[in-house]
């Protein structure tokens, strides 16, 4: 039986049979393709094309994250997450990390290591974003990119099993590093609910 690692199972791929482009954007475009299913019928595929993205989990030296809070305007909240953005042209994912990490926390890493990769949303979108921890963290600021307002908050990690369970980290990135990081700790999840 065929996994994710093996790529797509036998008779499960869908054949693109017309291509309709309905907006062309920096950080994504959008299109609606016709595509031809194993069984031959022809369906409608809503298609995002978004640029890839890195996400950082920042440790500090006193068993702590450093997260950041951004009003986010799509779902009309202001989110708790850990820092992230998008990959320029012609920059690799850690260079990104590390560019991200000084514009929305003031710091950069003396280590950064890949703890994973993942499409955010597969149903519709292309957007595929690489987890990094980092730790080491030193003072070194870049500004903010104009759009943006963000503060950094410092959560102890005996917080994160509780924020987690209350439904207080709602944002997919955010919720799949700490709990990579409960595990790594060996933290059980709050059964308090």
Request: proline share 5%; glycine share 8%.
């Amino acid at each position: 039986m065929n996994g994710p690692a093996d790529g797509p199972a036998r008779g499960l791929e869908e054949r693109q049979v017309s291509e309709r482009r309905l907006y062309d954007g920096y950080i994504l475009n959008l299109r609606v393709d016709k595509v031809e299913t194993p069984s031959g019928r022809i369906a409608t595929r809503e298609v995002v094309e978004h640029k890839h993205a890195v996400g950082i989990l920042a440790l500090t030296d006193h068993d702590s994250v450093l997260l950041v809070r951004q009003y986010r305007y799509a779902v009309g909240e202001e989110m708790l997450e850990i820092c992230a953005g998008l990959i320029e042209k012609g920059e690799d994912p850690a260079e990104a990390a590390a560019r991200e990490m000084q514009e929305e926390l003031g710091y950069k890493p003396k280590t950064l290591v890949q703890i994973g990769a993942f499409y955010a949303t597969p149903g519709f979108c292309t957007e595929f974003m690489t987890l990094f921890v980092a730790e080491g963290l030193t003072a070194s600021s870049l500004p903010q990119d104009e759009d943006e307002n963000v503060s950094a908050r410092e959560v102890p990690c005996g917080d994160i099993p509780r924020l987690l369970a209350e439904g207080a980290i709602r944002d997919a990135k955010t919720f799949a590093a700490l709990s990579w990081l409960m595990a790594r700790k060996g933290m059980r999840p709050d059964n308090s609910l």
